[in-house]
Antibody, heavy 121, light 107 residues
Framework: QVQLQESGPGLLKPSQTLSLTCTVS??????????WSWIRQPAGKGLEWIGR???????NYNPSLKSRVTISVDTSKNQFSLKLSSVTAADTAVYYC?????????????WGQGTMVTVSS | DIQMTQSPSSLSASVGDRVTITCRAS??????LNWYQQKPGKAPKFLIY???SLQSGVPSRFSGSGSGTDFTLTISSLQPEDFATFYC?????????FGQGTKLEIK
Protein backbone atom coordinates (compact mmCIF):
# COMPACT_ATOMS: atom_id res chain seq x y z
CA GLN A 1 0.00 0.00 0.00
CA VAL A 2 1.06 3.59 -0.54
CA GLN A 3 3.15 5.12 2.24
CA LEU A 4 4.53 8.61 2.67
CA GLN A 5 7.66 9.63 4.57
CA GLU A 6 8.82 13.15 5.33
CA SER A 7 12.49 14.04 5.62
CA GLY A 8 14.50 17.18 6.23
CA PRO A 9 16.24 19.25 8.88
CA GLY A 10 14.53 19.45 12.23
CA LEU A 11 16.13 22.65 13.49
CA LEU A 12 16.32 25.99 11.72
CA LYS A 13 17.33 29.51 12.67
CA PRO A 14 15.02 32.48 12.05
CA SER A 15 15.14 33.79 8.46
CA GLN A 16 16.34 30.47 7.05
CA THR A 17 14.45 28.41 4.50
CA LEU A 18 12.65 25.25 5.57
CA SER A 19 13.09 22.42 3.07
CA LEU A 20 11.25 19.13 3.41
CA THR A 21 10.82 16.19 1.08
CA CYS A 22 8.07 13.60 1.02
CA THR A 23 8.94 10.25 -0.49
CA VAL A 24 6.07 8.16 -1.80
CA SER A 25 6.50 4.39 -1.69
CA UNK A 26 4.26 1.49 -2.66
CA UNK A 27 2.90 3.26 -5.71
CA UNK A 28 3.68 5.84 -8.36
CA UNK A 29 3.18 9.50 -7.51
CA UNK A 30 1.91 9.92 -11.07
CA UNK A 31 -0.81 7.28 -10.97
CA UNK A 32 -4.44 8.01 -10.31
CA UNK A 33 -6.28 11.25 -9.73
CA UNK A 34 -4.37 12.44 -6.73
CA UNK A 35 -2.95 15.68 -5.54
CA TRP A 36 -0.14 15.83 -3.01
CA SER A 37 -0.22 18.18 -0.09
CA TRP A 38 1.57 19.62 2.94
CA ILE A 39 -0.16 20.28 6.26
CA ARG A 40 1.31 21.49 9.53
CA GLN A 41 0.36 21.38 13.19
CA PRO A 42 1.94 23.48 15.94
CA ALA A 43 2.29 21.66 19.23
CA GLY A 44 -1.05 21.31 20.98
CA LYS A 45 -2.90 23.11 18.20
CA GLY A 46 -4.96 22.36 15.13
CA LEU A 47 -4.15 21.55 11.53
CA GLU A 48 -3.23 24.11 8.88
CA TRP A 49 -3.23 23.28 5.18
CA ILE A 50 -0.15 24.70 3.44
CA GLY A 51 -0.66 23.81 -0.19
CA ARG A 52 -1.01 21.11 -2.82
CA UNK A 53 0.51 20.05 -6.12
CA UNK A 54 -0.58 17.85 -9.00
CA UNK A 55 1.96 15.80 -10.87
CA UNK A 56 1.62 18.18 -13.81
CA UNK A 57 3.23 20.77 -11.55
CA UNK A 58 0.06 22.77 -10.98
CA UNK A 59 0.00 24.23 -7.46
CA ASN A 60 -2.42 25.83 -5.04
CA TYR A 61 -1.24 27.53 -1.83
CA ASN A 62 -2.81 28.83 1.35
CA PRO A 63 -2.91 32.63 0.89
CA SER A 64 -1.64 33.07 4.44
CA LEU A 65 1.66 31.46 3.41
CA LYS A 66 1.66 31.95 -0.35
CA SER A 67 4.40 34.58 -0.45
CA ARG A 68 6.83 32.22 1.27
CA VAL A 69 5.83 28.75 0.02
CA THR A 70 6.96 26.68 -2.93
CA ILE A 71 5.82 23.08 -3.49
CA SER A 72 7.45 21.07 -6.25
CA VAL A 73 7.33 17.51 -7.52
CA ASP A 74 9.97 15.14 -8.89
CA THR A 75 8.15 12.25 -10.51
CA SER A 76 11.42 10.47 -11.38
CA LYS A 77 12.19 10.18 -7.67
CA ASN A 78 8.55 9.69 -6.59
CA GLN A 79 8.90 12.70 -4.32
CA PHE A 80 7.38 16.08 -3.70
CA SER A 81 8.91 18.88 -1.67
CA LEU A 82 8.12 21.93 0.43
CA LYS A 83 10.13 25.10 0.75
CA LEU A 84 9.11 27.79 3.23
CA SER A 85 11.28 30.87 3.27
CA SER A 86 12.05 33.41 5.98
CA VAL A 87 10.92 31.17 8.82
CA THR A 88 10.14 32.48 12.29
CA ALA A 89 9.25 30.80 15.57
CA ALA A 90 5.64 30.80 14.40
CA ASP A 91 6.59 28.20 11.78
CA THR A 92 7.59 25.71 14.48
CA ALA A 93 5.31 22.72 13.98
CA VAL A 94 4.98 19.11 12.95
CA TYR A 95 4.87 19.05 9.17
CA TYR A 96 2.89 16.33 7.43
CA CYS A 97 2.78 15.34 3.80
CA UNK A 98 -0.44 13.77 2.60
CA UNK A 99 -2.08 12.32 -0.47
CA UNK A 100 -5.19 14.14 -1.60
CA UNK A 101 -8.01 11.92 -2.78
CA UNK A 102 -10.25 13.62 -5.32
CA UNK A 103 -13.50 11.63 -5.19
CA UNK A 104 -16.71 13.55 -4.42
CA UNK A 105 -14.52 15.80 -2.30
CA UNK A 106 -10.85 16.52 -1.72
CA UNK A 107 -9.70 14.56 1.31
CA UNK A 108 -6.32 13.77 2.83
CA UNK A 109 -6.53 9.99 2.75
CA UNK A 110 -2.94 8.93 3.41
CA TRP A 111 -0.55 10.81 5.68
CA GLY A 112 3.12 10.62 6.47
CA GLN A 113 4.13 10.16 10.09
CA GLY A 114 5.09 13.82 10.35
CA THR A 115 8.37 15.56 11.03
CA MET A 116 8.99 18.10 13.76
CA VAL A 117 10.56 21.37 12.65
CA THR A 118 11.75 23.83 15.28
CA VAL A 119 12.76 27.40 14.51
CA SER A 120 14.99 28.83 17.19
CA SER A 121 18.02 31.08 17.41
CA ASP B 1 -11.52 31.70 4.28
CA ILE B 2 -14.28 29.36 5.46
CA GLN B 3 -14.22 28.99 9.23
CA MET B 4 -14.99 25.58 10.70
CA THR B 5 -16.21 25.46 14.30
CA GLN B 6 -16.51 22.22 16.23
CA SER B 7 -18.47 21.60 19.39
CA PRO B 8 -17.82 20.61 22.00
CA SER B 9 -14.08 21.28 22.23
CA SER B 10 -13.79 18.38 24.62
CA LEU B 11 -16.03 15.56 25.67
CA SER B 12 -15.87 12.87 28.34
CA ALA B 13 -17.63 9.61 27.66
CA SER B 14 -17.59 5.96 28.63
CA VAL B 15 -17.01 2.80 26.65
CA GLY B 16 -20.29 1.84 25.02
CA ASP B 17 -21.67 5.39 24.92
CA ARG B 18 -23.09 7.00 21.81
CA VAL B 19 -21.40 10.32 21.11
CA THR B 20 -21.99 13.07 18.61
CA ILE B 21 -19.59 15.81 17.55
CA THR B 22 -20.82 18.83 15.64
CA CYS B 23 -19.03 20.85 12.97
CA ARG B 24 -20.40 24.13 11.64
CA ALA B 25 -19.14 25.99 8.57
CA SER B 26 -19.19 29.78 8.28
CA UNK B 27 -20.91 29.42 4.90
CA UNK B 28 -22.57 26.65 2.96
CA UNK B 29 -20.13 23.98 1.84
CA UNK B 30 -22.67 21.55 0.39
CA UNK B 31 -21.34 18.10 1.36
CA UNK B 32 -17.64 18.93 1.00
CA LEU B 33 -16.84 17.86 4.54
CA ASN B 34 -14.39 15.26 5.81
CA TRP B 35 -13.61 13.86 9.26
CA TYR B 36 -10.31 12.70 10.77
CA GLN B 37 -9.22 11.04 14.00
CA GLN B 38 -5.87 11.85 15.59
CA LYS B 39 -4.21 10.06 18.48
CA PRO B 40 -1.36 11.65 20.47
CA GLY B 41 1.92 11.68 18.57
CA LYS B 42 0.34 10.24 15.44
CA ALA B 43 -0.79 11.56 12.08
CA PRO B 44 -4.49 12.08 11.54
CA LYS B 45 -6.46 9.12 10.20
CA PHE B 46 -9.04 9.64 7.48
CA LEU B 47 -12.51 8.50 8.57
CA ILE B 48 -15.34 9.99 6.51
CA TYR B 49 -15.54 11.91 3.23
CA UNK B 50 -18.28 13.86 1.52
CA UNK B 51 -20.05 14.26 4.86
CA UNK B 52 -21.37 10.72 5.12
CA SER B 53 -19.23 8.24 3.16
CA LEU B 54 -17.18 5.90 5.30
CA GLN B 55 -13.57 5.41 4.22
CA SER B 56 -12.66 1.80 3.52
CA GLY B 57 -11.59 -0.04 6.65
CA VAL B 58 -13.22 2.36 9.09
CA PRO B 59 -15.56 0.61 11.55
CA SER B 60 -19.26 1.01 10.88
CA ARG B 61 -19.85 2.47 14.35
CA PHE B 62 -18.59 5.74 12.84
CA SER B 63 -21.09 7.71 10.77
CA GLY B 64 -21.41 11.21 9.43
CA SER B 65 -24.30 13.35 8.34
CA GLY B 66 -25.21 16.86 7.33
CA SER B 67 -25.01 19.29 4.45
CA GLY B 68 -24.84 23.02 3.96
CA THR B 69 -23.37 24.43 7.16
CA ASP B 70 -24.12 21.85 9.84
CA PHE B 71 -22.53 18.43 10.13
CA THR B 72 -22.22 15.69 12.72
CA LEU B 73 -19.90 12.79 13.42
CA THR B 74 -21.49 10.02 15.48
CA ILE B 75 -19.85 7.06 17.16
CA SER B 76 -22.60 4.60 17.98
CA SER B 77 -20.86 2.61 20.71
CA LEU B 78 -17.51 3.91 21.93
CA GLN B 79 -14.62 1.48 22.00
CA PRO B 80 -11.41 1.99 23.99
CA GLU B 81 -9.44 2.70 20.82
CA ASP B 82 -11.79 5.55 19.82
CA PHE B 83 -10.53 8.01 22.41
CA ALA B 84 -8.70 10.64 20.42
CA THR B 85 -9.10 14.10 18.92
CA PHE B 86 -11.43 14.48 15.95
CA TYR B 87 -11.20 17.14 13.24
CA CYS B 88 -13.57 18.19 10.50
CA UNK B 89 -12.21 19.69 7.28
CA UNK B 90 -13.90 21.47 4.40
CA UNK B 91 -12.86 21.05 0.79
CA UNK B 92 -15.49 23.33 -0.74
CA UNK B 93 -12.97 26.06 -1.40
CA UNK B 94 -9.30 26.78 -0.98
CA UNK B 95 -7.74 27.27 1.51
CA UNK B 96 -8.94 23.96 2.88
CA UNK B 97 -9.62 24.58 6.55
CA PHE B 98 -10.00 22.37 9.58
CA GLY B 99 -12.05 22.70 12.71
CA GLN B 100 -10.19 23.32 15.96
CA GLY B 101 -10.69 19.73 17.08
CA THR B 102 -12.81 17.86 19.61
CA LYS B 103 -10.92 15.88 22.22
CA LEU B 104 -12.79 12.76 23.27
CA GLU B 105 -11.66 11.52 26.66
CA ILE B 106 -12.50 8.56 28.84
CA LYS B 107 -14.91 9.33 31.70
Amino acid sequence: QVQLQESGPGLLKPSQTLSLTCTVSGGSISSGSYYWSWIRQPAGKGLEWIGRIYTSGSTNYNPSLKSRVTISVDTSKNQFSLKLSSVTAADTAVYYCARVLAVLTLAFDIWGQGTMVTVSS
Amino acid sequence: DIQMTQSPSSLSASVGDRVTITCRASQSISSYLNWYQQKPGKAPKFLIYAASSLQSGVPSRFSGSGSGTDFTLTISSLQPEDFATFYCQQSYSSPYTFGQGTKLEIK
